[in-house]
């Protein structure tokens, strides 16, 4: 009896030490996963940043344009500088029809510009969202992650 109960509780254990280095390699299974997982994210991240820099430098750009453009907009015409350049821009023009082309083309550009300036705050303010929440589901990931871990 004692030798066949010695046996149950050697196979019990024997069992037990299966067990546990099944759930070893699980957890490590889990953990590389892990590890891919957080370097997908920070790649992306990464991409994320280096398109927001961008984006901001094109706004930058885009911002340094339309101020030019309003200075040269808003300039008095006793500006030598603005009134020299605006002249120097008209006097080729010589009817009314041309001067109406070059007013044509110049609003089209500030209504693309316009346009490039809208398509650039819309994809910062996507690009933004987009990190918050990349960056939340990380904390949540990494709460959930140091919870398993406090568990063990």
């Known amino acids: 009896m004692t030798q066949e109960l010695t046996q149950q509780w050697l196979a019990e254990i024997k069992t037990l030490k299966q067990q546990v280095a099944e759930l070893q ?12 997982w957080q370097k997908l994210y920070n790649a992306e991240a990464e991409g994320r940043r280096t398109d927001a820099q961008m984006s901001q430098q094109a706004i930058a750009s885009l911002k340094a344009e339309i101020q030019k453009l309003r200075l040269i907009e808003s300039a008095p015409l006793n500006d030598t500088t603005a009134a ?13 029809e041309a001067l109406k082309a070059k ?50």
């Open 84 to 96: 020299t350049a605006i002249h120097q821009e008209i006097e080729p023009l010589q009817s009314v």
């Open 25 to 36: 390699a699980e957890r490590e299974a889990w953990l590389k996963s892990a590890e891919k």
């Open 103 to 152: 007013l044509i083309v110049v609003l089209k550009e500030r209504d693309r510009a316009r346009s490039l300036l809208k398509t650039e705050q819309d994809n910062h303010a996507q690009t933004r969202k987009s990190l918050t929440t990349a960056l939340g589901d990380a904390i949540d990931r990494l709460t959930q992650e140091r919870g398993v871990r406090s568990g063990e």
